[in-house]
């Protein structure tokens, strides 16, 4: 079975610090079921591929009592473990790029850090469930998605096709991050694991999902295949990641309440709102989604807007979303103001076929609290899936943080925040995004502005051309 990863951005060597496996040699390891090789088929400036071969012997495997089947002696030794990427897979990545597995890099630091375009190649990948099921997997969390059916038989089409793609995966994503995804749902596709499974299962599927499982559109059929659908084992894995993001959510509420101390004497949060409620009504829309909606604000103020006939909310956070039902006093509204609002759970860097078919989207005061790596996951999750023909989106403007007296020098507004980005560099972004997706992009300040460094927020308006 046969894997390879190459990264396109020069020097594309730099792949090989990642991994720790050096381009000029071929290396390899004895495994109790085979032999694993590590090569590269091409080491160049511009684009470089590491190739992880795997050799199961179907011998060992017997002798082994590992991976056999039912169905008499010859199924033992007949069958697709060698051929097709599987736990064995996993295993082998787990032996050959631990280190890089952890997001280490003694030479390169900033480069394990680093979101990369990476490309996989999976020659023979068992779909059990069809591509469907690939592309819910994968497509969430960032990748594009290319998938070759194999046929039972190329001389016998009647037969039909086979369970077996050839598949591509390209994003741009932390090599760690690839390789934790690759770990976990390569067994998960292939709905077999050669060995048994107990609670340190668990272990595993919570240490390599840290950061994207928990709030995985899929992540109750990944637990329920990865752990071979053993109830228990799903039941407690399920429920250690839900118990997982709570002390997040608390200091997130902590943090919150800071930065929004720190922005009262200007009323900024109120001018913020007003000015995201102006921009979706300028849009003429009517269905409108609210993203990483929070306690509701936003949709407090759209709410009372006759306007806006359909209102989605959407929040990572269980919690935030409970206070936004209380707040928004959903069980007291009569039945025609219900309806016109709904609040869901979901990330924003995931696809989601429920924010498909609206006409608008805001995202307000939200990226900044993404990690930069997955910046590319939320752009094609909102601006290449759901595609609302107008996005507003808001975030702080970090040259203003000087303006800020009780804000430390060189501290950033939130203490969740992962980045804040000056007038310059947001633009650059916006219109970035704007070119790739098809959409044009103006920008406007928001609350009181400098002569030097501008206003406290700045806002984005992304549109798409009449008819796109």
Known sequence: MLLTITNTRAPATDLGYLLHKNPAQVQSKELSFGQAHVFYPEAEAERCTAAL???????????????????????????????????????????????????????????????????????????RGGEEILRRLFEPLGYAVSATRHPLDERFPEWGESAYFSVELHGTVRLCDLLAHLYVLIPVLDDEKHYWVGEAEVEKLLRHGEGWLATHPAREMIANRYLRRRKSLV???????????????????AHAGEEAVLERPLS???????????????????????????????????????????????????????????????????????????????????????????????????????????????????????????????????????????????????????????????????????????????FQPIGEEDAKVGAATQMGVFSLPKGA
């Open 53 to 127: 071969l795997l050799d199961v012997d179907p011998v060992a495997l017997v002798r082994g009592k590992a991976g056999t089947k039912e169905g008499g002696p010859l199924a033992q030794y007949v069958n697709d473990r060698p051929y097709v990427a599987s736990s064995f897979m996993s295993v082998a990545l787990r032996e050959l790029f631990g280190t890089a597995m952890t997001g280490r890099s003694k030479e390169r630091p900033e480069l394990a850090e680093t979101a990369l375009p990476l490309e996989v190649g999976l020659a023979a990948l068992p779909c």
């Open 235 to 253: 039941r407690e894995a399920l429920s250690r990641l839900v118990e997982e993001e709570s002390p997040e959510e608390e200091v997130a509420e």
């Open 268 to 442: 900024l949060n109120e001018q913020r709102l007003a000015a995201v409620t102006a921009a979706l009504k300028e849009a003429g829309a009517g269905r409108v989604l609210d993203l990483g909606c929070g306690e509701g604000q936003l949709l407090r103020a759209l709410r009372a807007e006759k306007q806006f006939t359909e209102i989605v909310g959407m929040d990572v956070s269980c919690r935030a979303l409970e206070r936004a039902a209380d707040r928004l006093r959903l069980d007291r509204l009569p039945p025609k103001q219900r309806e016109r609002i709904t609040l869901v759970q979901g990330s924003l860097t995931y696809r989601d076929k429920r924010l498909a078919g609206f006409q608008a989207a805001a995202v307000v005061e939200v990226i900044e609290h993404l990690d930069p790596p997955r910046l590319a996951a939320f752009e094609r999750a909102l601006f290449e899936f759901a595609r609302p023909a107008t996005v507003v989106l808001t975030t702080p403007n970090r040259e203003y943080n000087v303006k800020w007296e009780k804000l430390p020098a060189g501290h950033l507004r939130h203490r969740d925040h992962r980045f804040e980005w000056t007038r310059a560099e947001f633009q650059a972004w916006a219109t970035r995004v704007a070119e790739r997706y098809g959409y044009a992009v103006a």
